[in-house]
């Protein structure tokens, strides 16, 4: 069962819901049905693996999943009627994989290399960049026109470890979300510098970082509900167009790596996000970039979609 967190008001503490696409079925609500009690400020994370309710959910949910479809329907919301809210709204750590799918390498003019003469290249965004599903990515007037999309499955992280390894590490992963890590291509802060070695790393890595550059969402599919994350099919269309098309088999590091070497060097705790790079298909190997009155689809099959306009 996929979980989302949405309210009716900006001003509204989330509710946490089961994500059926177009409804959304109140958790709450649902285990009035079954049950006389159920905790109201519990969050997204508390119900994943790793969470002090996910136990007891998980022996609840064969029980809601037992109450006949037309009793939820009767209960449940219109996702149009709701805002969604992304799954996890103050994570501790956004990191993102770079290079991790050998075709968008290639595609950027860059040279695949074999997972064992490698490693993974891990960069951060701040939280500034993280907005809901359907809230507007926005164009940064210092740098306009070469704004990008990069349809990413993100990795939720439901227990605190470190120096875990590889065979053990989808242990500790409480489940997984759509992340869009919009990108700005031809990002130049002061034109008129004088140029430095590394200036074109930071101008690549501030690129990353313009508000609301971290769509995600719309809802998360608990890890004991995902048996293969690297079996997921991932889609992308910007006005209706497919731009990226892949699987999550064809990441360089699979899900289990990246957890893995990140955790050799940095403590991931409770709902640290790391979004694992980007297949072939992005806008900049095509010369497309995002503007105004755009809509973005970002699709993984078992997930759901995140769909943000463009303004």
Known sequence: MRLC???????????????????IVPVVIAMMLIRKSWPTKAQVLDYLPGGYLHEDWRRLRRKIAAVPKEQLRSISVPVSDAQLVAPITNPSKILLLAGNYSKHIEEGGGKAEERAKTFPYVFMKPITTLINPGDSIRIPAASPDHIDWELELGVIIGRQCRNVSEAEALKY????????????????????????PKDSFFDWQHGKWHDTFCPMGPCVLPADDCPDPQALKMTLKVNGQIEQAASTADMVFPVAAVVSFVSSFVTLNPGDIISTGTPDGVGHAKGKYLKRGDVVEAAIDGIGMLRNPVE
């Open 5 to 23: 967190g949405y309210r009716f008001d900006a001003d509204d503490d989330a509710m946490i819901g089961l994500f059926e696409d177009d409804h």
């Open 173 to 196: 992963v409480a489940g997984y979300t759509v992340v869009n890590d919009i990108s700005d291509r031809v990002f130049r802060p002061n034109p008129g510098r004088n140029q430095r």
